[in-house]
């Protein structure tokens, strides 16, 4: 009788305990389906002059129709805040160095070095600066995205798991939002300035000429066919570095605990332009994809956006906008198209500032002696005490110590004209002119700005600021001191004096982050971590493939080329250094000769072994060569590395085994041969660790996406809906098909002006930023595949009105 009441007994607390955890599954599963977006339905909202539509395709794309731009913007923001708010979030507090007030103190580093710039303040006083017009748009669209917020049945759900509510949105946040894109295209110019500067004490001045060169025969200038730069004599001896071992002894490739050198040099974004003489349309074709990281959701949010023109007609932008700003940063107007890749030049400057004890507590710059400003930052720690930065400021910038010195960081974004809102006039240009017009005035990172009119007409120049300073050329990549004048920068150059090339003789013209210009210009913009130009270099060729008649459909197909183009010559010397005696008694370089032989496609494809082994290769050369160098930058800044004082050490090492200069073999081979089968064996070993065999060491196994939520390895019970099974991507750094585990394109669009409905478009994630809408992961196939869907959203599956 005791048993049987025992086991009811149980059997009740068993089904309440199952009851119970069906219940707060229900609740959970409750809770995120009300955080979903508003997709249907009618909704007022003060402020509005007229009705305002939200209307989403099949993929969540919407066409947002209003009677005035306010109100359009408003919308937007609406829409922003429920699909995308908490990377809206991630980015304001990213700019600002607040990410510790949401996960405590393991963001404190990464807050203190971005609290350094005060980038909240900046943008505070911006706003007080910003013509009314901007003020007035920026502040429509910082109550949409508050309304939007605030019309979730509950809170996104990544502020459950954090515990802590969202804070409301503020028009000074959209200002840092684009801060935050300065830290992602300008952040590695800092580490490279110390870099070059331990660089610079440890190489003679020939060294450097050699070592980092400042052009090479890769380099795809917009107003020349190559940069006529005599080739730099091989010094007679290297530096005291060269080719020495880490002094810990361990091997990059093969130390799973150190960051592999295999994706170094992964800068990016393509854009170019077909000039209408050579289209089918006679309207320029622009394309455009930007390389960033992949994670999800993915950093842009499509849109269509239409309201008046003011001429009694409607203006219609297509494109991508970045969440927590109001305009489309890449698109079409009808118009004209234009794109942006990253310009790389040199924004910023390291002063290295005198003391005197004679004068405690001021520093000396090139304006004189002066006394620093000092700003106490407070930085809240979830879950710690609050704690308080001292910025110590000079009029140059903030001051930074390293390598025993202080340096003020004298930064483009620091000043005012680092951020407004002069964007969104290209909206209503009607001609390239006028495109390349509005460009310079831009306040974004300073980019490559390609565009492209109805009219056929293709041009390029420099969206966003450039300092008016001293030519200094290669002297002012290095840090400077108090009495260079190279670091003296007397306001900003006017539209009119910033390089353009309109309409070139061969109706092309493309840009992929490698140095711009050979002749007139170029000093203007200065070299602030060029790629070495093997990009743009095949984009030049591929667009010249087209011939004279060509389509939107073939410049597309650029984006998906994924020739080893420049791997080509490594290859071919790999397989050299395998002859007979060095394969002879070694069976894994007898098997490796093997697949460089049969496994290579000529592509960077996700079934080749010998694409991965010829890689490897030119890395674990890097490795053997510069890692004594590397480890001493690394203990001046996490990011200085060989890497970032040029990365155009491949071609460098390619003269040094093709010449093979005695002076520059390390003393620890015999010869370059045994030097290069040194670099061999440890890219097998790399490729062989942990008991894998080579053959199953494709180029897909390395170059496997998966692409998350950053939520998902920290709640791993949600992991599975906040990410994607891995895919295995083609393409890799040094060809157009830019593609890596975690950094790719990161939207592919092309377009011609006029014509949007032959528009091509995709991206690596959906539209919303929520695992249960049916638009989180929408697209994704087609962005992997290469596939071509359509640029403009198609017809309305579900219409969201607003109402005054």
Known sequence: MQKNRLAVWSGRVLLAAVGLLV????????Y???SLAQLDGTLQAAGLETTVSVARDEHGVPLISGGSRLDVVYATGFVHAQ???FQMDLLRRVAAGELSELFGERALPLDKSHRLHRFRARAELALKAMPATDLALLERYTAGVNAGLGALSAKPFEYALIGLPPRAWSAADSLLVIWAMYFDLQGGQEPRELARGWFKDHATEEQRAFLAPESTQWDAPLDAQSIAAGEVAIPAAAPAWWGKPKASGAQTLTDPKVAAAEFLNTVGSNNWAVAGSRSDSGAAIVSDDMHLGIQLPAIWYRAALQFPDGKGGQRRIVGVTLPGTPAVVVGSNGHVAWGFTNSYGDYLDLIALDT???????????????TPAVHNETILIKGAPAQTLAVRETSLGPIRVAMGRSYAIHWVAHTTAAVNLNARKLEFADTLDQALAIAPT?????????AGDDKGNIGWTIAGPLPRRAPAGVAATYPLSADDQAGVWTGWLTPEEYPKIVNPAG??????????LANAGAELLGDGGFDLGARTHQVRDDLTALGAKTDVKKAYAITLDDRAVFLTAWH?????????KAVDGHPKRIEALKLLKDSWSGRASVDSVGYRITRAYMYALHDILFESANEEMARIDAKANMASVTSRWPVVLARLLDQQPAGWLPPQYANWQALQLAALDRAIGSLTKDGQQLSAATWGQRNTAASAHPFAAVVPVLGKYLKVAPDMLPGDQHMPRVSGPSFGQSERLTVSPGHEEQGIFNMPGGQSGHPLSPYFLDGRGDWVSGRET??????????LTFVK
Do not use: C
Request: proline fraction near 7%; aromatic fraction near 6%.
């Open 23 to 30: 219940l707060a599954v229900a609740a959970a599963w409750l």
């Open 32 to 34: 995120l389906r009300g």
């Open 83 to 85: 699909e995308r708010y």
């Open 356 to 370: 005197d004890a004679a004068k405690p507590g001021q520093v000396r710059t090139q304006a004189g002696w002066e």
């Open 442 to 450: 831009m306040g974004i990172p300073a980019q490559n700005f390609v």
């Open 507 to 516: 109706g092309q013209l493309a840009t992929a982050n490698s140095r711009q």
């Open 572 to 580: 071919e010397r790999a397989i050299a250094a395998l002859d007979a």
């Open 790 to 799: 359509p640029l403009l959203p198609g017809p309305a599956q579900h219409t």
